[in-house]
């Protein structure tokens, strides 16, 4: 029988006779390592949810990589690159693409008879993925850009018909300036709202034929190709052989290609969404280094009270590390229980959140309608063991407290 155990466990149910102070103590201390790591998980759930989302709502109005003109132009008003169905072939045949669309930009003005506001009007085909926006559209129907026909609908956001005072089947002037203004009357079929004010005030949606004529390219020119990944960390490695593969290609009248990533077009949004992981780890830091002194405190304490207890191991013969594995196997057991009941609490809390969205959020202030959740199983992994891993290092300084008392010493102590 392991004896330093056996002892431990009779101090943690309290069945050695003496003060009573451990149990309150180890209940404090299991207290302190569950809301520890119930708040880390929540925190670690709630950072990667609210990045993710942003960062998804973001990709579903550019994609992750485009395809473009190298001409470093960066306004919408771009110049055309020609179809090429063998370089779009291509590009699907590289491990990790999800999808290559076609698209094309132009700035435009739309104007009622109360308002104006400027926007960009983009252009997608029969190859736009409608993913993020059969989630986001909240009236009416999508347009078919599918037949031979062009359509004559247009998405517009619900941030401008509300500013607009448009609804759903109205008419929307609208005016682009070339040589001279060229009017059209989209019809309204469909009205989106991604919480982002920044793009629900600038995009509408609309066949891309319409963005081809208006700016006199011939039926095989678009803007360029957006090209969807299946995993987003994937954007470095897979920018990299696009680009590749985009800088072999010249079209027939000597133009050449260039790539640009979503990180590269919004910065700043990204770089705001990167100082999320510096809070989400300071914030795991702070917690993970209260509960360790919270355990340090009840540890000394638990000694103290055990002092007459020690006196006697070691007047029979126990040997001081035998001493110390009797205080850190019961720090085991507290930090033990308080990672388990945590991880039952944090994930729990969790789950209701992703399924039922109990906690909700202004979407005006927070992007987002309810407090966004991400559970990732080896992020929750790696932060279990790395708490008990602090946790247990911190209890060896303290465990050494037991060592320096001397029988004499104990009897005087009781």
């Known amino acids: 029988m392991n004896l330093n155990l056996y002892i431990a466990n009779k101090i943690r149910k309290g069945e050695i006779t003496g003060k009573k102070l451990s149990g309150p103590i180890i209940t404090v201390a299991t207290i302190g390592i569950v809301l520890g790591i119930t708040v880390m998980i929540l925190s670690l759930s709630i950072g990667t949810g609210f990045k993710r989302e942003i960062r998804n709502k973001i990709i579903g109005f550019g994609a992750h990589i485009q395809i473009v003109n190298y001409d470093y132009n960066s306004s919408y008003e771009t110049n055309p690159i020609e179809r090429d169905s063998a370089f779009v072939n291509q590009v699907l045949k590289i491990p990790g693409v999800k999808n290559v669309q076609e698209f094309a930009t132009k700035p435009g003005l739309l104007k009622t008879k109360e308002n104006i506001q400027g926007v960009i009007i983009k252009g997608i085909g029969k190859d736009f993925n409608w993913d993020y926006f059969d989630q986001i559209i909240v009236e009416g129907q999508k347009p078919d850009v599918t037949q031979e026909k062009t359509s004559n609908d247009i998405i517009i956001s619900r941030t401008l018909a509300r500013l607009l005072k448009l609804k759903i089947g109205d008419k929307v002037p609208t005016y682009f300036f070339q040589d001279r203004i060229r009017p059209r009357n989209f019809r309204i079929s469909a009205i989106y709202d991604s919480s982002l004010p920044e793009f629900d005030k600038v995009f509408l949606f609309v066949d891309i034929r319409h963005i081809i004529k208006l700016n006199k390219w011939n039926d095989n020119q678009v803007t360029g190709y957006e090209v969807t990944l299946n995993e987003f960390d994937d954007i470095p490695e897979l920018s990299s052989q696009i680009d590749l593969l985009a800088a072999s290609k010249i079209s027939p009248d000597g133009g050449l290609l260039r790539t640009t990533t979503i990180i590269q077009q919004q910065p700043q949004i990204f770089g705001w969404l990167n100082l999320l992981d510096t809070n989400v780890a300071v914030i795991l830091i702070l917690i993970v280094l209260v509960a360790g002194f919270n355990m340090i405190s009840g540890l000394l ?6 002092t007459a ?45 992703k399924y039922f969205g109990i906690i909700s959020l202004d979407p005006e202030n927070y992007y987002l309608n309810t407090v966004p959740i991400h559970l990732n199983l080896l992020h929750i992994l790696y932060l279990n063991m790395g708490t008990i891993v602090v946790s247990y290092l911190m209890m060896i300084a303290p465990s050494y407290l037991a060592t320096k008392i001397t029988p004499v010493e104990a009897i005087r102590f009781d």
């Open 301 to 306: 304490i638990i000694i103290l009270e055990r």
């Open 309 to 353: 207890m020690i006196g006697i191991l070691k007047a029979l013969g126990k040997q001081n590390h035998n001493i110390r594995k009797v205080f850190i196997y019961l720090a085991t057991f507290i930090i033990a229980k308080g990672v388990l009941i945590g991880n039952f609490i944090g994930i729990s809390i969790c789950l209701l959140q």
